[in-house]
């Protein structure tokens, strides 16, 4: 398990190396959506193993939750994107969180039982942390659309919501 979480604290150290944050905040809206696409997917790509290598009813309901709620964002901001003539645009925040998602899952299919649901509920929780505080210190304050920051700024409500929830989730499996 703290390899896996290890192998987060080497993806956000790599998105530091790929961007500052300055670098981030420089982006553009469209470089933001793809940024929160691509971590959404990502989650829902976590909740999906988790429903697949979980037996905890507790687990299972947090990975539900997860693919509800990302699938809904994702498909409100593809809307929101359509809407606006625009198209999410790929950048390396986004790669690296792809080629670094990976190896995290790469880690997980190896574990199973209580050590599988830990490494699951802290990688959530260490997620969730880092992405929301990206959105919120570094992406909403620099996003130029009022409809895409009022996407993002309700995004992060849900997400801050997730994280709580896996921060119970961490302590519960202790």
């Known amino acids: 398990m703290n390899k896996l979480i290890s192998a987060f ?11 500052s944050a300055q670098e981030v905040a420089d982006m553009s809206d469209v470089e933001f959506a793809h940024i929160a ?31 509800r709620d ?9 809307g ?46 260490a997620y969730h942390q880092a992405v929301n505080d990206l959105v919120e210190n570094t992406m909403i304050p620099n996003i130029d659309n009022a409809e895409v920051k009022a996407l993002f700024v309700e995004g992060l409500e849900i997400f801050k919501a997730h994280e709580t929830h896996a921060e119970m989730m961490v302590k519960a499996l202790q």
């Open 70 to 78: 990302h699938t809904a964002v994702n498909e409100a901001a593809l």
């Open 37 to 67: 696409y691509t971590a959404d997917n990502i989650d829902i790509r976590y909740a999906y193993l988790a429903l697949a290598l979980s037996q905890n009813p507790d687990i299972h309901d947090f990975a539900n939750t997860m693919i």
């Open 80 to 125: 929101l994107l359509d809407k606006l003539g625009a198209t999410a645009q790929d950048n390396p925040v986004s790669q690296s969180l792809n080629a670094n998602a990976e190896e995290i899952i790469d880690g997980f299919v190896k574990l199973r039982g209580a050590e599988f649901d830990a490494a699951y509920a802290a990688n959530e929780l």
């Open 9 to 19: 604290a080497v993806s956000l150290a790599m998105i530091g190396a790929h961007a």
